[in-house]
């Protein structure tokens, strides 16, 4: 009789191969690969067995439809990307780069629970107790119901919420959680993988919303496998730049809600606060209006933010001009150029030219083409937009301006903010686009040309 033959699978992408490695040499992912086939089937053999009657299959007909509960969580913005509410039971995995805040905002969350809903059970596995009571004070989060632990054993962490029983609880992080029973490294993806499914099931069997924290790789991917993410209800993401005190956070998976709302949040010295309405952080406060500015109404998720879009044209003294991007991608900034030089008629393949968005905002939409081509245009022609003019639209590489998405919300944004015109796809081409652009301009009120540089 034939031996059966087994094999071995990865995990994260589903390699084989037909004898064991360490590593998997398609996606290089370490202790990932695991025998499946006959051998592991004999080694795993389950038996069926007959449900019990709380749990048998029903028609779905005979289900009663339900909205499912949620729990506010005291801070708006955290509500609005989850839903409306924590949903009971559920699994959250909240991750971003180190020092963006994940912790703070958790820590603000535990108390605004236990202030109003009871016992918050907050697991710190990277800091000790001393360190979480100092931001505690910090951001003031400090109640009784807010109990600490500083554990890193599993076993530990299950005992400790069948213990306090606590409405809500937050383990920072799933990467240092260890289950005893694993032999894999602290962070490891089979260690991970347990840790997850592990809290998982204890979320669900208790009804006790579970909020882990997940590190993430310097691609800004969730580190460990990709199962992670499959095994949680909810996967929100925190970003924002370093060098900006405002924080952004938007969900890619929502079990229980919409995944194309935007949180915003502004990290301050007393912890993070909310920011519910952001649409003059990303304006500049110039009383006059200033040459090579545009405003355009960016959309981050449902919400709609007019942002302030400068860029500089000034004569190159090196043989190769620079292009120069902050906040905008600099792959669409060399396309626009071309169309400018190319359909427009401005030169400027001898002038350095640097472009940037006001209060760190990135964008990466193609309804920010008009407005960084007339932010160009402006600069390199020397006229200057009124603050009442903004510009929304997508330039195609024949010169042609297309309608954006959502445009109508945009606009309607605009127009709540007192931007009067609106350069949107109904000029048709860029050309024209800029040129009523510069119509708007001399309309306005003339500007005093610079004195140039005093003399000290």
């Known amino acids: 009789m034939a031996k059966a033959q087994s094999s071995f699978r990865c995990t994260e992408c589903g390699w084989t191969t037909a004898k064991w490695v360490g590593r998997c040499f398609e996606c ?7 025998e499946v086939g006959a051998a592991a089937l004999g080694k795993h053999a389950v038996t069926a067995v007959s449900p019990a009657a709380s749990s048998r299959a029903v028609p779905i007909t005979e289900i009663k439809a339900a909205d499912t509960p949620r729990r506010p969580s005291g801070i708006d913005e955290l509500d609005r990307v989850l839903g409306g509410g924590i949903v009971p039971g559920a699994v959250v995995l909240c991750s971003g780069e180190p020092g963006v805040g994940k912790s703070t905002l958790l820590l603000e969350l535990a108390s605004r629970v236990a202030s109003k809903r009871g016992r918050v059970l907050y697991v710190s596995a990277e800091e000790s107790l001393h360190q979480v009571r100092i931001r505690a004070e910090r951001t003031g989060a400090l109640f009784d119901d807010l109990l600490l632990a500083s554990e890193t054993d599993l076993a530990t962490v299950l005992g400790h919420i069948n213990e306090t029983e606590p409405s809500l609880v937050i383990v920072d992080s799933v990467q240092t959680v260890t289950n005893t029973a694993n032999d894999g490294i602290a962070g490891g993806p089979s260690q991970v993988r347990d840790v997850a499914a592990a809290l998982t099931r204890q979320a669900k069997g208790s009804g006790i919303p579970i909020i882990i924290v997940g590190h993430v790789t310097k ?18 993401h925190i970003d924002g730049d370093r060098q900006s005190a405002l924080r952004f956070i938007r969900t890619t ?15 301050t010295g007393d912890g993070i606060v909310e920011v519910p309405d952001p649409s003059a952080l990303f304006l500049s ?28 044209v000034a004569p190159s003294a090196t043989p190769q001009p620079r292009r120069v991007v902050n906040g905008v991608d600099g792959n669409r900034v060399a396309m626009i150029l071309a169309v ?38 402006s600069s390199a022609k020397g006229f200057a937009l009124p603050h009442e003019v903004a510009a929304i639209g997508e330039i195609s590489l024949a010169g042609e301006v297309r309608k954006a998405t959502l445009e109508a919300r945009r606009a309607s944004e605009a127009g709540r903010l007192g931007y009067r ?36």
């Not at 960016?298 to 500089?312: D, T």
Request: hydrophobic share 45%; with cysteine; charged share 20%.
């Open 219 to 236: 691609d800004g991917n969730v580190a460990g496998p990709r199962v992670l993410e499959h095994l949680v209800d909810v996967v929100a």
């Open 421 to 456: 015109d609106i350069i949107h796809a109904s000029t048709g081409t860029v050309v024209a686009a800029i040129a009523q652009a510069k119509r708007l301009a001399a309309q306005a009120a003339p500007v005093a040309e610079p004195q140039g540089i005093p003399e000290f």
């Open 340 to 377: 400018l030089q190319r359909h427009a008629g401005i030169t400027l393949a001898q002038s350095d030219v640097y472009v940037s968005t006001v209060g760190g905002l990135k964008l990466s939409e193609p309804a920010t083409d008009l407005p960084i081509a007339i932010a160009i245009a």
């Open 28 to 34: 290089n992912a370490w202790g990932t690969v695991e």
């Open 285 to 312: 406060r110039q009383t006059e209006p200033m040459q090579g500015t545009c405003v355009t109404v960016a959309m981050e998720g449902r919400r709609a933010i007019p942002v302030e879009i400068q860029a500089l």
């Open 253 to 267: 998976k929502n079990r229980f809600g919409p995944t194309d709302e935007v949180g915003c949040f502004e990290m």
